[in-house]
């Protein structure tokens, strides 16, 4: 059986309340899609909890590791970048899909 890690204090507080954080943030944004009526307005919440989220907690785990291992731990990073670049771009390509979908069965965006 494997013993839990033992880190400062200070280390699984900060750690803790990141994690929790960005989960909340995540939560939240999910929420947005049960909450809001239309598509163009769904996308959004999802978009910025996802984003937000996921760093809070990527910042979490890199304190967690660099104070555990006591060296720089910077493999979340690329974890970041990669979701910062992704996320929008998905976002604006969802968006653009479902305009030229509407325009081309005539309706307005802001019928829905």
Request: glycine share 8%; aromatic share 8%; charged share 15%.
């Amino acid at each position: 059986m494997m013993e839990a890690p033992q880190i400062a204090e200070w280390a699984a507080l900060l750690t803790g309340i990141l994690v929790v954080l960005g989960a909340a943030l995540a939560f939240i944004g999910s929420l947005g899609l049960l909450r809001l009526k239309s598509f163009y307005d769904r996308v959004h919440p999802p978009t910025l909890g996802t984003t937000l989220g996921t760093g809070l907690i990527l910042i979490g785990s890199m304190v967690f590791f660099t104070v555990l291992e006591s060296r720089p731990v910077l493999h979340e990073v690329l974890i970041g970048v990669f979701m910062a670049i992704t996320t929008p771009v998905t976002y604006m390509l969802l968006l653009q899909a479902a305009l030229r979908r509407d325009q081309s069965e005539g309706e307005k965006p802001h019928e829905k």
